[in-house]
């Protein structure tokens, strides 16, 4: 088997998933956005999941992304790429040229940074707050906490297009804990967008009210090293 069917196998074996736990999900009456997760993959791969239907797509690295997807967003322009991963200071501008999510809004130099260059460029962008639920010194984030705070001051000082939250659970954890709190934050907030949920745990993800899961390995296999 080849690897276009292989990916596309894959690609209708999740949408068959995320349906399923969609209809399984009483609290949830919206069947959760598929974001393939694509760092790291050749264009090769990419196009054998955009001809198998994909549209929305995921990657960690701005310069990764600027390199790979500008000639695969001119052929197929009604595809959309969110950043998952940190963003530096000195990559926003590219970032906002590139993506057209931005789910890794994580601290103030970066909101504020975003802010300045969307106005400066016109490049407006929907953002996601992401939320260190589980409070790891070594991850990104902001904590629980100071989460109210952090939007309010996003939307109403910077004027940025807050949409949704995003998280990453601790891996030694039960995701299921910090997804409920992603959600409870959430709601509090009055934001709808829960991107939440991997490859080992978008079905958990699911029902607790994710509106996109971030699938990698189980669409596009091992990474390449």
């Known amino acids: 088997m080849n690897t276009d069917q292989t990916i596309q196998q894959r690609l209708n074996q999740i949408r068959l998933d995320i349906e399923l736990a969609s209809s399984e ?12 997760v694509s760092k790291f993959h050749n264009a090769d791969h990419i196009l054998a999941a955009l001809n198998a239907g994909q549209r929305i797509f995921g990657e960690n690295r701005v310069q990764e992304a600027a390199d790979k997807w ?10 959309k790429l969110h ?6 200071s000195n990559k926003v501008k590219l970032a906002l040229q590139i993506f057209d999510v931005i789910e890794t809004v994580d601290r103030e130099k970066i909101a504020t940074s975003l802010s300045k260059h969307m106005q400066q460029t016109e490049l407006y962008k929907d953002c996601y707050i992401q939320i260190n639920t589980g409070e790891e010194q070594q991850k990104a984030g902001i904590i629980p906490a100071d989460a109210n705070a952090f939007i309010t ?43 939440m949920g991997m490859s080992a745990d978008y079905k958990t993800a699911i029902r607790f009210g994710a509106t996109h899961v971030r699938i990698g390995t189980a669409i596009f296999g091992p990474r390449p090293t």
Do not use: T, W
């Open 25 to 36: 999900c009483v609290a949830n009456h919206i069947q959760p956005e598929l974001v393939a």
């Open 153 to 195: 001051f996003c939307r109403n000082q910077l004027k940025l297009k807050i949409v949704g939250l995003m998280c990453i659970p601790p891996v030694d954890e039960n995701p299921a804990m910090h997804f409920a709190l992603l959600k409870k934050i959430a709601d509090r907030n009055g934001l709808v967008n829960l991107s």
């Open 83 to 88: 950043l998952i991963g940190p963003l530096q």
């Open 70 to 79: 500008p000639p695969l967003k001119f052929a197929y322009p009604d595809c």
